[in-house]
């Protein structure tokens, strides 16, 4: 082959070059797709865990339904709803009932419930008179006596929340036997 | 006949994908750390997130007293046969049923041993009644959260699942309405 025509073959690869479609590289979506599919997880199963409301030490417990997202009343120093303090703890526990038939009501506490029930209600278009359709989930400090818990369950009941669960830490310690010195249950 | 110019710079035109411009593509990782900052900005709460669990509340069982409290009850399952209760204080716990003309059980202490017993113990009842899987707890005012909890967990594993928290009756000591 000649000097020109190896010259002209060369210039016509050039030109033919010119219109070559370009190849993609997948490389980079795929990876950015895989990062994307694995935070969708993550999120999907982790966000929607509850959160623990800051300064309050849960007790633990080894067994028991997972703790989803709720709408949550943290009592710790002092009472919060949904991340907002409400009242001094220490208020609460001393505050006195304006029901006589509801002696154990905590007056600002189930203003403060009783306004995010009826919020939620109109929410999921409930009836004004119907129990909250939502749970309410307490996390309480684990020296909390049980004469406030049981003040602020009656409370939330009282402000139309029907449905309660306490949110606790999730101990790993291995289950105790459930045979050591058996009773029998005779009358 | 091609000379010799022309055959390396065929070669060095062929090798030239393999070491473009002698570098790693980088662009692969910049886009995944790109998304996980991207993705670890958005999700993050500030709030501490712990492996938690729950328990579940149920209402306290209603005694029926007139005929048309009795007239509610649209179905025989919701109609307990056994009324289960323990009652806790900081001294010990008591369990009490209403089965074959009355149960009563003291287990002193509220430590591991005294809820160890307190599993054994309602694991037997629940076995006799296997009907029943409700159970009512009353703790004492003065019981602290902590211990009412650990009392829970032991009627959980023994298989109870309604669980309810009932109250003490104590005297009712309202402030007049408007007062505080």
Known sequence: MSRGRAMRAQRRAEQFAKFRITQLNLVPLVDAMTAIVFFALTVSTVGALAPVVPGVTLPESRVGNPAFQQLTLGIGAQITVGGHPVMNTVDAARARSTDPAQPLLIPRLYDALRQTADSLRRVKHAAASAPVPAVLAIQGDRTMRYDLLSRVMQTARMAGFRDLTLQVARSEAPLPGATTTPVRAEP | MTSRFQQAKQRRAERAPITAHGSI????????????????????????????????????????????????????????????????????????????????????????????????????????????????????????????????????????????????????????????
């Open chain 2, 25 to 180: 593509n980088l662009v692969p990782l910049v886009d995944v750390l790109t998304s996980i900052v991207f993705f670890s900005l958005l999700t993050y709460q500030g709030n501490a997130m712990a492996a938690l669990t729950s328990f579940d509340l149920t209402l306290p069982p209603v005694v029926i007293n007139t005929p048309e409290q009795a007239q509610s009850v649209k179905r025989e399952e919701d109609v307990l046969n056994l009324l289960l209760a323990v009652r806790v204080d900081n001294g010990g716990m008591l369990v009490e049923h209403s089965g074959g003309g009355g149960f009563h059980h003291r287990i002193d202490g509220v430590d591991d041993a005294a809820l160890d017993r307190l599993q054994a113990l309602m694991t037997d009842i629940r076995t006799q009644y296997p009907q029943n899987s409700d159970v009512l707890v009353i703790p004492a005012d003065d019981v602290n959260y902590d211990t009412i909890v650990r009392v829970l967990e032991r009627l959980r594993i023994a298989r109870f699942a309604g669980i309810a928290l009932g109250t003490r009756e104590r005297a009712a000591s309202a402030a007049p309405r408007g007062g505080r």
